[in-house]
């Protein structure tokens, strides 16, 4: 089978294209390198990878491609840390809204030529912003409100392309909505603003390697964002791939959206006392609360039930292995000036 990764250079994508080239598929993958700049992968010379420099808002581009391929998982799209959130409030709806439907014009285009099956769905847990009910089940999505950011409704905007491809064209998708992405791979963004926390400037505005350089410079007591009190479950790469694999391939996650997290929640403060002790021992942890910012979701945890019921998916690895992993590539990244 051959498969189009739209956005192949971005985080998630890269755990992603390692998944399927392992597990025997031919990829093509599509990135403009806009958010790092050129990246280097482990797989970009492997036989059955073929990556195209290109736009993910040319349609004509992806027409072409995907008319070639057997699948199509649109992960494309501009994305960062929470500040981005507030820094690019319209690019965030904007460019995302010009991606995700050159995405699904080319998707339809290559199903009705015949050759294109299915087209899988990167959505968001921030389309869960304003839930309710927790654990959050992936059915809440219709009684919850909508998202409070832009990025958060335009991500569920693209659900609702998905669906309405479905209704319109019978294109088969699935919906998937990682949560929390940990992993190795990241670095400071081309256009990222510094923001200062404390004697750090933050690189990602994402939790856990922004607390890791943190601990790793020396920071103390460690700044938090907040009270600390906020959950999240925090689930590796190679897990959410492995999910991802999995809501491409088996026949029951046809038209289904699904929850992929690590069942486990954590506040972050545990978190930040789990980096702080893995890098300074038995010195004692001190922290302090910097303001929040807006779209600082106080409490996401997912229902995981439907993925493992109907998929029999789940994400096994635990905190600790992410740390144990994510930690030491923070602190060579800082080394080399990366982060």
Not at 5 to 10: E, F, H, L, R
Not at 173 to 187: A, D, H, K, L, S
Not at 238 to 267: K, V
Request: net charge neutral.
């Amino acid at each position: 089978m051959k498969v189009l990764v739209t956005g192949s250079a971005g985080f998630i994508a890269g755990y992603l294209v390692q998944e399927l080239l392992g597990a025997g598929y031919e990829v093509v993958g599509v990135d403009n390198f806009s958010k790092y700049g050129p990246v280097e992968k482990s797989y970009q010379n492997h036989p059955s990878y073929k990556f195209v420099q290109g736009d993910a808002k040319d349609s004509a581009l992806l027409t072409e491609l995907a008319s070639e391929c057997d699948h199509l998982v649109a992960c494309a799209a501009r994305i960062g840390g929470i500040a981005y959130f507030h820094e690019y409030a319209y690019d965030l709806l904007a460019e995302n809204e010009r991606i995700i439907a050159a995405t699904f014009d080319a998707a339809i285009s290559a199903f009705r030529k015949g050759r294109l099956r299915k087209i899988t769905v990167m959505s968001s847990s921030m389309v869960f912003e304003n839930a309710a009910k927790f654990p959050t089940p992936e059915a809440h999505l219709g009684e919850c409100p909508p998202p409070s950011s832009t990025y958060g409704f335009q991500k569920l905007a693209c659900e609702y392309f998905a669906r309405g491809a479905r209704e319109q064209y019978g294109l088969p998708y699935t919906i998937v909505r990682p949560f929390n992405c940990v992993g190795t791979g990241e670095r400071r963004a081309l256009s990222a603003r510094e923001i200062p926390s404390g004697n750090v400037t933050l690189a990602m505005s994402h939790v856990v390697p922004d607390l890791a350089q943190k601990a790793l410079a020396g920071q103390d007591p460690i700044h938090i964002l907040g009270s600390g009190r906020q959950v999240r479950h925090y689930t590796y790469g190679g897990d959410l791939a492995r999910g991802i694999r999995t809501c491409m391939e088996h026949p029951a996650a046809a038209n289904e959206d699904f929850n992929l997290s690590n069942p486990a929640p954590t506040t972050v403060l545990a978190l930040a006392q789990m980096i702080w002790r893995k890098v300074n021992g038995e010195k004692p942890f001190r922290y302090v609360s910097d303001k929040p910012f807006r779209y600082d979701v106080q409490y996401r945890s997912p229902d995981v039930t439907k993925a493992r019921e109907m998929l029999g998916y789940e994400a096994t690895t635990t905190l600790d292995e992410m740390l144990d992993e994510v930690i030491p590539w923070v602190a060579e990244a800082m080394r080399c000036g990366q982060i």
